[in-house]
């Protein structure tokens, strides 16, 4: 675990007492000279230029009009490689002509003042090429999960990302909502004690656009899509790394369309303390939740991963927090990271990190061994 990745996983536990705000904690040097802090609220209040690459599912129904919602950033420009889609993104974002990019003439958004940061929310294994890209251009980068299909694809980000001096972050939303701070919290202060057991699954009955159904695109089927999301649960619930894993494919019922990539999958992750995660990603199954069994008691979530709609219990009884906009908060909160010069709690590290684990996992798939997960 790198120096970087372990400060910002304190903050993300520090933040914690923000009632789960996701936002940075005041520092001393938040109260300084009325002057000084003068010129610093001028440049807060600007929010950050985004430009989204990619104008697919997730970006039109879900960061589109979180960036209508966001107090930091909004939306400044688009990338786009369907000419078509411009007119109703223009309209509705009030887009300037000279923001809007196709994948020919991205490289140029360095020119452009405007934007701040470039999203990257295209397939899997364009990833890494659009985030070099953005941080040549000179602007910092979130990219969508997972970060890459390959650890050298994280690394030669993330030294993209130091050569140019930005940020990188993950679109790990859930880093930003209730219900899973409230996992973080219950599962690091040990509320209900030692967990025993934690478990995490996410599938459903999926019919996946064409380029998640490719390895050469997607870099795997549900684990990489969905199976993701209880690694980072299981990660963030207990604090810790797993150090081990076993993993085994599941029955394929549609060898057409699965003939590159698993139908679904699960897995057991060893903790250093003997604790077994068990994990599951599937598009043929529904499940969604991430449960951790601690020696007082249970506490888990029960619809943990969508946008919204989250539920979960404690042994006190149902949780009961607010459903946000997360996407918004993930926005503001890496926004307002940017303008703090702080970095990021979603760093591209924890980015590679997980694809780590993701190699991992499909290695003890392929091979039936146990593998060994090391700790860099
Ligand atoms: P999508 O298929 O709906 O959109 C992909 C976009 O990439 C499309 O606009 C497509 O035109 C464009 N594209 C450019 N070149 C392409 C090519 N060669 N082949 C295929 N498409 C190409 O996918 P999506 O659901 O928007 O997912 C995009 C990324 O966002 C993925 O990495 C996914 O894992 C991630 N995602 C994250 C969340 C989340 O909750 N954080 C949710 C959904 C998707």
């Known amino acids: 675990m790198t120096k970087h990745y372990q400060s910002s996983r304190r903050r993300f536990?520090?933040?914690?007492?923000?009632?789960?705000?996701?936002?940075?904690?005041?520092?001393?040097k938040d109260f300084m000279h009325p002057f000084v802090s003068k010129q610093k609220n001028m440049q807060q209040s600007k929010k950050l230029g985004i430009a989204l690459v990619g104008l697919g599912g997730y970006a039109t129904g879900q960061?589109?009009?979180?960036?209508?919602?966001?107090?930091?950033?909004?939306?400044?420009?688009?990338?786009?490689?369907?000419?078509?889609?411009?007119?109703?993104?223009?309209?509705?974002?009030?887009?300037?002509?000279?923001?809007?990019?196709?994948?020919?003439?991205?490289?140029?958004?360095?020119?452009?003042?405007?934007?701040?940061?470039?999203?990257?929310?295209?397939?899997?294994?364009?990833?890494?090429?659009?985030?070099?890209?953005?941080?040549?251009?000179?602007?910092?980068?979130?990219c969508e999960k997972p970060m890459a299909i390959t650890v050298p694809d994280c690394d030669r980000m993330i030294a993209a990302s130091k050569k140019a001096n930005k940020f990188l972050s993950v679109g790990y939303r859930l880093h930003f909502e209730p219900y899973n701070l409230e996992m973080v919290k219950l599962g690091t202060s040990k509320e209900y004690g030692e967990i025993k057991k934690i478990s995490g699954g996410f599938g459903f009955k999926a019919t996946p656009n064409q380029w998640r159904l490719q390895q050469k695109y997607a870099g795997g089927g549900p684990l990489m899509d969905l199976g993701i999301y209880a690694i980072q649960g299981?990660?963030?619930?207990?604090?810790?790394?797993?150090?081990?894993?076993?993993?085994?494919?599941?029955?394929?019922?549609?060898?057409?369309?699965?003939?590159?990539?698993?139908?679904?999958?699960?897995?057991?992750?060893?903790?250093?303390?003997?604790?077994?995660?068990?994990?599951?990603?599937?598009?043929?199954?529904?499940?969604?939740?991430?449960?951790?069994?601690?020696?007082?008691?249970?506490?888990?979530?029960?619809?943990?991963?969508?946008?919204?709609?989250?539920?979960?219990?404690?042994?006190a009884g149902p949780m009961?927090?607010?459903?946000?906009?997360?996407?918004?908060?993930?926005?503001?909160?890496?926004?307002?990271?940017?303008?703090?010069?702080?970095?990021?709690?979603?760093?591209?590290e924890m980015g590679r990190r997980d694809v780590k684990y993701l190699q991992a996992i499909y290695e003890a798939m392929r091979t039936g061994k146990r593998i060994t997960i090391k700790a860099d």
């Open 13 to 28: 536990l520090s933040n914690l007492g923000l009632a789960g705000l996701g936002l940075p904690l005041m520092t001393a």
């Open 234 to 315: 299981m990660c963030y619930t207990t604090g810790m790394e797993p150090i081990a894993v076993s993993a085994q494919e599941g029955k394929k019922t549609d060898l057409n369309r699965f003939s590159e990539v698993e139908q679904s999958l699960s897995w057991q992750f060893e903790f250093p303390n003997r604790l077994i995660g068990s994990g599951a990603a599937s598009y043929d199954d529904n499940m969604n939740f991430l449960k951790a069994e601690a020696a007082q008691g249970v506490f888990e979530l029960t619809t943990a991963y969508n946008y919204n709609g989250l539920s979960g219990y404690t042994p």
């Open 63 to 142: 960061l589109g009009p979180a960036l209508l919602e966001s107090e930091h950033c909004y939306l400044a420009g688009i990338v786009t490689g369907t000419p078509s889609k411009i007119p109703v993104w223009k309209e509705k974002y009030k887009l300037s002509e000279k923001n809007i990019y196709s994948y020919d003439t991205y490289d140029q958004i360095k020119n452009n003042p405007d934007i701040d940061i470039i999203y990257v929310v295209l397939p899997n294994n364009m990833h890494a090429e659009y985030t070099i890209r953005g941080f040549e251009a000179g602007k910092h980068v979130i």
């Open 320 to 348: 009961n927090f607010p459903q946000v906009n997360q996407q918004a908060r993930q926005l503001d909160a890496i926004a307002l990271s940017i303008k703090n010069n702080k970095p990021s709690i979603v760093p591209g």
